[in-house]
């Protein structure tokens, strides 16, 4: 319940019409990232995305920020690691975490298992990513 009171919050009033009918991974669009990792699009609008993503034993995206995308992990299966400006959590299935645009970030996995992830970005947060490496000033390597 409360991570549908989410989703509607972050979708909003938006003029965008949403989708048919009902999503699932088998009719969404897949992509691989890091060679090893999948990700699914349930949602891809300019104002929102949902992904459902697998991240491999071993996987960490690159630690940065999004200048505009409130971003939103909840865990399906396993156990995700998530450091947020400096604090590390660790996440297991129906649990997640809020990142405010702005704040420095990294998923990982940790463990030796695959985990399963929802990963909700209002607006969407694809091409509005910027590195920030530990130790480094957030707006030292645009990407």
């Known amino acids: 319940m409360t991570f549908a009171l989410i989703l509607l919050g972050l979708a909003g009033s938006a003029a965008v019409p949403s989708a048919a009918g009902p999503i699932s991974k088998a009719e969404a669009e897949h992509y691989v990232w890091g060679g090893i990792n999948d990700g699914w699009h349930l949602v891809q609008r300019p104002d929102l995305s949902v992904i459902e993503e697998r991240l491999a034993p071993g996987a960490a995206e690159i630690r940065h920020y999004h200048r505009a995308a409130r971003q939103y992990f909840h865990v399906l299966d396993g156990v995700l690691t998530i450091e947020r400006d400096g604090h590390v ?51 030292a390597q645009p990407q």
Request: glycine share 12%; no cysteine; hydrophobic share 35%.
């Open 89 to 139: 959590y660790r996440l297991t299935p129906g649990q997640g975490i809020e990142i405010a645009p702005g704040v420095p970030h990294q998923a990982r996995n940790d463990g030796d298992a695959p985990v399963e992830i929802l990963v909700v970005s209002a607006p969407k947060s694809h091409g509005d990513r910027v590195q920030a490496p530990l130790g480094l000033p957030p707006d």
